[in-house]
């Protein structure tokens, strides 16, 4: 008997179309649960102007991307993103490589500046029944064949992409790109440890990539995934995480 995939990898996408059975749906609750307490506790301390001694930072030269034929081929296919999903793209690697080195993590670069660029594919180019994070895993997976990538590189990438938006992450099952692809866009999209970033490196970051209309955007998109994809994971944060209303509020603005 062949094995079940594994929960958020693309094989498990490909096989459920990224629709939670009501065991998976109990198993990632605690998570959203813990997630919130996590970035109820995060946003107070934010707004008490308590921040930790030890702050992510962003320097001119961490806005310039890996440069290589794999990004090239990359971002020739984010070429389908709108403007406001392109910068929160970069938005979220910039944040998410800041935050990895303050953890002290070490995701592979090139592998997590092709997950972020192309997370969000599926969301400018939705498919009914499909969890968008799918179109993004195999844009991922067709940009490393073109840019002669080995197939373990390539397919990091691509779980990270499907396993983003997924509650409950861990570096030791999950590994670092996926972790901090997810941090990186839970900065951008909810303020979600926005308090542990430099505030110097973050108006930087919103300079060079503004967040001008992105919420509004994201929003839209989002409630459109979730209707194609009932049951998704995406619906699972947007009802029990309440992801839209924390975007709406996020002090990033936009």
Not at 55 to 79: F, K, N, Q, Y
Not at 207 to 213: D, E, F, K, Q, Y
Request: net charge neutral; hydrophobic share 45%; aromatic share 4%.
């Amino acid at each position: 008997m062949a094995s079940q995939p594994r929960l958020g990898t693309v094989d498990w996408v490909r096989a459920t179309g990224g629709v939670l059975s009501p065991a998976e749906r109990l198993r990632l609750l605690p998570h959203v649960a813990r997630s919130q307490v996590q970035f109820t506790i995060g946003r107070a301390r934010l707004l008490a102007g308590r921040r930790p001694e030890r702050l992510a930072r962003i320097e001119p030269a961490d806005l310039v991307p890996p440069r290589s034929a794999w990004t090239a081929e990359a971002e020739e296919r984010a070429g389908v993103l709108n403007a406001a999903l392109w910068l929160h793209s970069l938005r979220a690697w910039q944040l998410g490589t800041a935050l990895a080195k303050l953890d002290g993590a070490t995701p592979d670069p090139e592998v997590l500046y092709v997950a972020a660029a192309l997370h969000d594919v599926g969301l400018a180019v939705p498919t009914e029944g499909t969890c968008f994070t799918l179109a993004g895993a195999e844009a991922v997976l067709a940009s490393g064949m073109a840019g002669r990538v080995s197939d373990a590189r390539a397919e990091t990438a691509a779980n990270a992409v499907t396993l983003h938006v997924q509650p409950g992450l861990r570096l030791d099952r999950h590994g670092p790109e996926a972790v901090y692809l997810q941090a990186g866009t839970m900065v951008d999209v909810a303020g979600d440890r926005l308090g542990d970033l430099d505030p110097d490196g973050v108006r930087l970051v919103l300079a060079a990539h503004p967040r001008t209309g992105f919420t509004g955007d994201l929003v839209h998109r989002w409630r459109h995934e979730c209707a194609l994809v009932p049951g998704g994971r995406a619906e699972l944060v947007r009802r029990a995480g309440a992801l839209l209303l924390a975007a709406r509020l996020n002090p990033l603005g936009g």
